[in-house]
């Protein structure tokens, strides 16, 4: 009797040294971000839209329809419109690249006047919202004006089966340093916890990760 309540209490430590691990990754967290409002009809436009390689655009020359036309931004983030050869077009909002048009044109037209409007967009890293680990359709997908953690989670289709969505992490940068923090996104979508709702920013990145149960 006494070697059969040795051996037993050898293996509760045992299985108390391999769950305790677990144990304080489960219960370790990270700051939580404050809440965010599903709606909010007095919030602006976010900030100006900054041009990213595979973008598509639709250049306008105002009374030069044969310099008008939809162009794609190429992967080295440069265009090439008729007249102008290789104009760096990433970095710049569309109203930045408008007035870079214009100068070049302005070497054989007079007074052109150039407006540059956003057909589709994929956005530069720096301006997408990137979600890796156990989401249905992991991915980075740009930033939107007043973006928020629900946005975010109906562009990639929810979670996995296998998901330990209260466990996720956000990483940050602010003022040019990295910070994480818990986010709750099964008591967002499953449970309907408005308050684990947050507003998500450029560049932001979502970490997801499985279930160990």
């Given amino acids: 009797m006494h070697l059969l309540e040795t051996f037993v209490n050898f293996i509760r430590k045992s299985l108390l040294l391999i769950v305790l691990p677990f144990g304080l990754v489960a219960c370790s967290s990270y700051p939580e971000l404050p809440a ?108 939107r004006a007043n973006m928020t953690l629900l946005d975010v989670m109906i562009s990639v289709g929810g979670l996995t089966e296998f998901s330990d969505g209260d466990s996720a992490t956000l990483v940050r940068f602010e003022n040019g340093v990295q910070k994480e923090y818990s986010v709750k996104i099964e008591s967002l979508i499953k449970d309907g916890d408005i308050n684990a709702n947050v507003k998500i920013y450029p560049g932001d990145v979502l970490i997801i990760p499985e279930s160990i149960l």
């Fill in 36 to 143: 965010a409002p599903l709606v909010s009809p007095d919030e602006g436009p976010g900030p100006a839209y900054i041009i990213g390689p595979l973008d598509a655009l639709n250049i306008f020359v105002w009374r030069n329809p044969e310099l008008s036309l939809e162009v794609v931004v190429r992967p080295d983030g440069r265009v090439s419109l008729p007249l102008i050869d290789d104009l760096p077009a990433t970095g710049r909002t569309p109203s930045q690249l408008s007035r870079d048009i214009e100068e070049k044109l302005s070497l054989i037209l007079t007074n052109p006047n150039v407006t540059v409007m956003m057909r589709s967009f994929v956005g530069p890293f720096s301006q997408q919202v990137r979600v890796v680990g156990e989401a249905a359709n992991p991915q980075a997908i740009p930033f």
